[in-house]
């Protein structure tokens, strides 16, 4: 039994040893990740290298957009205009609609809508008196169940 629990604490110290190996190798790789491509020196916690644009840079690229969208609108611009109706042509068309409606009404039966009916307020209070008897009813019902 002390021959396997020597074994135990044999493979244990092994563990430990390789463990911190693998620490310092991680910290290695680490290091070489983090340096710096133009000079070789490592930099702690810094963020990567942003390229800056010049004011004149900015400009052409502003023109050569302006460029582009003058270049859709002209040609959006050079399309067909559209045909327009003379007004003759219209007083023509309004007249043969009308003509149209007005054959309509004449085959068709014209009904006179009477106005809304209302209660009067005898028939509302009767009403009334007659829903809080029926209520009265149920929980009459409600209270004997």
């Not at 002390?2 to 680490?30: F, M, P, W, Y």
């Not at 290298?49 to 010049?54: G, T």
């Not at 007659?130 to 009459?140: E, G, I, L, T």
Request: glycine share 4%; aromatic share 2%; hydrophobic share 45%.
């Amino acid at each position: 039994m002390s021959q396997l629990s020597q074994i135990v604490i044999q493979l244990q110290t092994q563990r430990k040893h390789v463990q911190s190996e693998l620490g310092c190798l991680d910290a290695a790789i680490n290091a070489l990740r983090g340096l710096n491509a133009n000079n070789g020196s490592a930099i702690v916690g810094a963020s990567p290298i942003h390229r800056k644009l010049s004011a004149a840079g900015r400009r052409a690229i502003s023109l050569a957009q302006k460029a582009r969208w003058a270049a859709k609108n002209h040609a959006a611009a050079k399309t067909k205009p559209r045909r327009t109706m003379s007004a003759a042509a219209r007083r023509k068309i309004a007249a043969a609609q009308k003509a149209r409606w007005a054959k309509v009404r004449e085959t068709t039966k014209v009904v006179s809508i009477r106005g809304k009916r209302t209660l009067s307020a005898a028939a509302r209070k009767r009403i009334a008196a007659a829903q809080r008897a029926r209520w009265a009813r149920v929980k009459a019902a409600k209270k004997t169940a």
